[in-house]
């Protein structure tokens, strides 16, 4: 069984950076890719980032390039976002997600994902 644990959220004013951690337990971390999804009240989860196993692919949500920057460090078991430039439309919950594979088409589906964390609260004010 694969825990996910998120970290590092909070309270931020717009232009600043966060950098949240996902910690991984129970099973070798590269055996799996990663990703972040962020959730608001009343809206279906929305997809951030991905990266691979070893953590040279990545990819993006459209509007989130430039600013969002996802990498792993599979000896710490611990994936990353870090976060720049924060806008009150960030505001939302956001939560980690692991999967033993994926495609181009799946990568941004939550349903891909069969373990994900709690989620941490990430909060932008104007």
């Known amino acids: 069984q694969v825990q996910l644990v998120e970290s590092g959220g909070g309270l931020v004013q717009a232009g600043g950076s966060l950098r949240l951690s996902c910690r ?16 608001t009240a009343g809206k279906e989860r929305e997809f951030v980032s ?19 920057t996802v990498s792993r460090d599979n000896l ?5 976002l870090q976060m720049n ?31 994900w964390g709690q989620g941490t609260q990430v909060t932008v004010s104007s």
């Open 24 to 39: 991984v337990s129970g099973r070798t971390f590269s055996d799996y890719v990663g990703a972040w999804f962020r959730q």
């Open 50 to 68: 991905f990266v691979s196993w070893g953590g040279k692919s990545t990819y993006y949500a459209d509007s989130l390039k430039g600013r969002f």
């Open 76 to 80: 710490k078991n611990t994936m990353y």
């Open 85 to 115: 430039f924060l806008e009150p439309e960030d505001t939302a919950r956001y939560y980690c997600a692991a999967a033993s594979t994926s495609t181009s088409q799946t990568r941004e589906v939550p349903n891909n994902y069969p373990y």
